[in-house]
């Protein structure tokens, strides 16, 4: 007599809220390390800072935008700002420019889209993306632009690249050392910035 053995599905472990960077379209995004704080190899405190590399570009823009902007008029969020577009879009913008005019600010997310959007590098997992990162950076700049955000500035540390994305212009990559648009007279010069911070790349 031959017996056929059922197969228990395994169950896929659970991942925490905790470990979820981002939502995007539904789908929740994790931090880059996740798999290795499930199995206890890190920390979650080891994988949810930037990298130093990351960190200085984001301090060194929000520094030169506090000299150039009207901050009468735009409000510069970093550190992460929070942002709720719908029920599947919750994303973490690592600095962003909003009209003051009308803002609320609450112990919550913002719920409006900012003029701009300011993203350094990628801090999710990208195992679900089969072309990693271009994937990614494609489909949250679509949504926040679908949101309302006027620009969105993608700056890539690995090659040496930016990203312009407007709603009503093509998508445009540039060398670090080209000046790209902020907003209204405002731009910057990403090799320029860092030659100024003595910062070399």
């Known amino acids: 007599m031959v017996t056929i053995k059922?197969?228990?599905?395994?169950?896929r472990k659970r991942v925490p809220s905790?470990?979820?960077?981002?939502?995007?379209?539904?789908?929740a995004l994790y931090y880059r390390g996740y798999k290795e704080v499930l199995s206890g190899k890190k920390t979650f405190e080891e994988i949810m800072g930037s990298s130093s590399l990351q960190a200085a570009l984001v301090t060194a823009i929000v520094m030169l935008l506090g000299r150039?902007?009207?901050?009468?008029?735009?409000?510069v969020a970093t550190n992460e700002a929070g942002l709720?577009?719908?029920?599947?879009?919750?994303?973490?913008?690592?600095?962003?420019?909003?009209?003051k005019k009308g803002l609320t600010l609450s112990n919550t997310y913002f719920q409006t889209p900012p003029k701009i959007a300011i993203e350094v590098d990628v801090r999710i997992d990208l195992e679900q993306y089969a072309t990693r990162e271009q994937n990614y950076i494609h489909d949250k700049t679509d949504r926040l632009l679908a949101f309302g955000v006027e620009r969105v500035i993608w700056?890539?540390?690995?090659?040496?690249?930016?990203?312009?994305?407007?709603?009503?212009?093509?998508?445009?990559?540039?060398?670090?050392?080209?000046?790209?648009?902020?907003?209204?007279e405002v731009t910057f010069n990403l090799a320029d910035l860092l030659r100024e911070e003595g910062i070399a790349f």
């Open 68 to 75: 150039t902007i009207n901050r009468k008029k735009y409000l």
């Open 18 to 27: 905790y470990l979820v960077y981002e939502t995007l379209n539904g789908r």
């Open 155 to 184: 700056i890539m540390i690995n090659p040496n690249k930016v990203l312009v994305a407007s709603r009503n212009a093509d998508w445009i990559t540039h060398n670090w050392d080209v000046s790209v648009p902020v907003l209204d």
């Open 84 to 99: 709720h577009i719908d029920k599947g879009n919750n994303f973490a913008n690592d600095i962003a420019i909003y009209e």
């Open 6 to 11: 059922q197969e228990t599905p395994r169950r």
